[in-house]
């Protein structure tokens, strides 16, 4: 099969198209990524070197870009990970986001509509379904929870849930979406919670935690969120959401600390900042429909993840490194322009 894997240059994206290069050796990925500043080629330095690989530089949002996608790869299936996906800068900038998130949607799918597809996933986020209280930990988000959004973010993502949703009743195209909780390990961009605590930490820099950081987050290790799309695209049902959570859930000042412990640092390096505008108190997963009907189960635990991920990290300064530089955005023109 071809499989569209776009933004696959990111974080979650560069993820998948490892997994399913090793787990799915006789399928062809097809990366599809515009390189903002969130993708980085050299995340999928490794996947350049397998034949089963191929990058096309282009923009979701973009009808010219992706038609030729299509003519030329002829996808069966389309995962659809591109996305501008930090909170904070939708509340900055709002724009790009319904442009990328919802318009981009559209834009995929109806590629999807006019060349045939046998299946498009939408890689969707908990953050649709809005916050839960901190008191009521017998609270948890089901595929059947109203999308109730607080940020620009997750209302774009929720938006183009609904425009999916209404592009399979009304033209019945096979779409699956996937509402997944906070993913963390390798290829983390340094602007969210782990990786740039890890970074701060390393550097004895000052580590900003929102508030009084007892927002709660449930963390998935990201070869988990891998292996579930995985199977949702190949034996899920078409029309169907699937949420996705392991059940580890953390208030974001215990992460903090487990960095530090971790890395041997002071405390001290904390500094409570301003906290976030509209900040979801919190998100957990109750993963129980993909558990039942495709067998799903998390391989990974927080602890054992974090200590990974903060290997990860220390193996790999040349990664972060070139991005805190800002080296990395030159590096697709340098390898890339003459070839
Ligand atoms: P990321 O920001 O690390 O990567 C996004 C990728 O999309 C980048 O490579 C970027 O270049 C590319 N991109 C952006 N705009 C594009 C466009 N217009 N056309 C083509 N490519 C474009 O994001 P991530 O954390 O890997 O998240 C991937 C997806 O998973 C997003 O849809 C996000 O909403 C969803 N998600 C993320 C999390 C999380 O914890 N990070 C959790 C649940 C769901
Ligand atoms: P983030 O990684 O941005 O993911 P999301 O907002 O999608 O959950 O943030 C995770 C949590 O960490 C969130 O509650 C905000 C908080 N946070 C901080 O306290 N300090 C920071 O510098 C960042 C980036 C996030």
Not at 11 to 38: M, R, S
Not at 153 to 166: E, F, I, N, Q, T
Not at 173 to 191: A, D, K, Q, W
Not at 245 to 263: F, P
Request: one cysteine or more.
């Amino acid at each position: 099969m071809n499989i569209v894997v776009t933004g696959g240059a990111g974080f979650i994206g560069g993820n998948f198209v490892y997994y399913e290069l090793e787990k799915h050796p006789e399928d062809k990925i097809i990366c599809f990524d515009a390189l903002t500043y969130a993708g980085n080629m050299e995340t999928l330095d490794e996947a350049m070197k397998n034949p089963q690989f191929v990058f096309v530089k282009g923009d979701i949002a973009n009808r010219d870009d992706v038609d030729k996608l299509f003519n030329e790869h002829k996808p069966d299936i389309v995962v659809n990970f591109a996305a501008e996906s930090h909170v904070d800068r939708s509340i900055e900038n709002p724009g790009i986001f319904l442009q990328t998130n919802v318009l981009g949607t559209q834009v995929l799918m109806d590629a999807c509509r006019k060349y045939g597809i046998k299946r498009y996933h939408q890689v969707s986020t908990d953050e649709v379904y809005g916050d839960l209280p901190l008191d009521r930990p017998d609270m948890f988000f089901t595929e059947e929870t109203p999308l109730h959004t607080s940020s620009p973010y997750s209302a774009s993502k929720a938006s183009a849930d609904l425009l999916v949703m209404a592009y399979h009743r009304t033209y019945q195209l096979p779409v699956t979406i996937s509402r997944c909780s906070n993913n963390y390990g390798p290829f983390h961009f340094p602007e969210k919670l782990i990786p740039l605590m890890i970074i701060n930490a390393l550097h004895d820099k000052k580590l900003p935690v929102y508030g009084e950081g007892i927002n709660v987050r449930d963390w998935l290790y990201v070869k988990d969120h891998c292996s579930a799309i995985d199977l949702i695209i190949r034996n899920g049902k078409v029309g169907e959401v699937y949420n996705i959570g392991g059940h580890n859930e953390r208030q974001n000042i215990q992460v903090v600390k487990t960095i530090l412990k971790e890395l041997n640092k002071p405390e001290s390096l904390i500094e409570h900042v301003t906290d976030r505008k509209g900040h979801d108190r919190r998100y957990a997963i109750d993963p129980t429909k993909i558990h039942n009907e495709l067998g799903w189960l998390p391989a990974t635990k927080f602890d054992d993840g974090i200590k990974a991920t903060i290997k990860w990290y220390l193996d790999n300064e040349d990664w972060w490194q070139r991005i805190v530089s800002g080296e990395y955005q030159s590096y697709y023109e340098k390898m890339y322009s003459n070839r």
